[in-house]
Nanobody, 126 residues
């Protein structure tokens, strides 16, 4: 069982930056690929970024490519999402997710993830 707690969301002006953090429980954290998803009001939840268990492979949605960096510190059981040059369309609740144990390759589909955090709100006013 993995429990995830996100933090770092908030209100930021367009063009600004935020770093989201996701603290995970469990000693086997490095065996789980991780992902960040987001859900804007009235829209479906969408993939933002993913990272393999080792941290060696990452992937991004086109909408955040070049503006965001996902990383992980397995010693701290934490995954991060650094977001730069934020835009109003980045406004959403951001969720951290973990794939099942031993599934160390990240995926883009939310059905591939077994554990979810409660979400953290990011607001970028227009």
């Amino acid at each position: 069982q993995v429990q995830l707690v996100e933090s770092g969301g908030g209100l930021v002006q367009a063009g600004g930056s935020l770093r989201l953090s996701c603290a995970a429980s469990g000693r086997t954290f490095r065996r789980n690929a991780m992902g960040w998803f987001r859900q804007a009001p009235g829209k479906e939840r969408e993939f933002v970024a993913g990272i393999s268990g080792s941290g060696g492979t990452t992937g991004y949605a086109d909408t955040v490519m070049g503006r965001s960096t996902i990383s992980r510190d397995n010693a701290k059981n934490t995954v991060y999402l650094q977001m730069n040059t934020l835009k109003p369309e980045d406004t959403a609740v951001y969720y951290c997710a973990a794939r099942p144990y031993l599934h160390s390759d990240y995926k883009r589909g939310e059905s591939e993830y077994a554990y979810w955090g409660q979400g953290t709100q990011v607001t970028v006013p227009s």
